[in-house]
């Protein structure tokens, strides 16, 4: 009988020191990459140019009396989104000089589009520099005569600063 109450003793404490639940959390502090901050762009615009300046959540346009000028910054990575977005043309619809300076990709295209003023000709200008798209682009009627000179000095003065 002395036996079984030991026995029986035993068996009571070793119930009571079941095996417990552990329960364990991960918490993965992981570094998340920081955009970096967007460069400032340089552009000469027309004479004209910054008279009417629309501004919006991710750059401004400027209106001239026969054309438009939209300069935007834009997350970089998918260069057909942006250049559908600036164009309404895929990459592949159009021809698109690319060029690199100072580890800055340059990509020009051109377009041309039906308008509610009749037919706009379209001049695109790409900046990126990895982490952003910086674009400009120009519509003006197709038909206007107008300095491809001035024009020209736009383009080119196009520049991350």
């Known amino acids: 009988m002395k036996k079984g109450c030991v026995l029986l003793l035993a068996v009571l404490l070793l119930t009571a020191c079941g095996a417990q639940e552990t329960v ?5 502090d992981m570094a998340v990459p920081v955009m970096a901050e967007p460069r400032e762009i340089a552009v000469d615009l027309p004479g ?15 209106l001239g009396s026969d054309y438009s000028i939209a300069i935007e910054t834009l997350d970089a990575g998918d260069l057909d989104r942006t250049i559908y977005d600036l164009t309404g043309f895929h990459k592949s619809d159009l021809t698109v000089i690319t060029t690199e300076s100072d580890g800055v990709k340059r990509y020009e295209f051109v377009w041309a589009a039906a308008g509610e003023t009749g037919d706009q000709l379209g001049h695109g200008v790409i900046l990126d520099d990895g982490n952003y798209h910086y674009c400009m682009s120009v519509l003006r009627p197709a038909e206007a005569e107008v300095s491809q000179i001035i024009w020209d000095d736009v383009y080119h003065s196009f520049s991350l600063a």
């Not at 364990?24 to 993965?28: K, Q, R």
Request: charge should be negative.
């Open 24 to 28: 364990e959390t991960v918490a993965d």
């Open 48 to 62: 004209d140019g910054e008279q009417t300046v629309v501004e919006g959540a991710s750059g401004n346009l400027y």
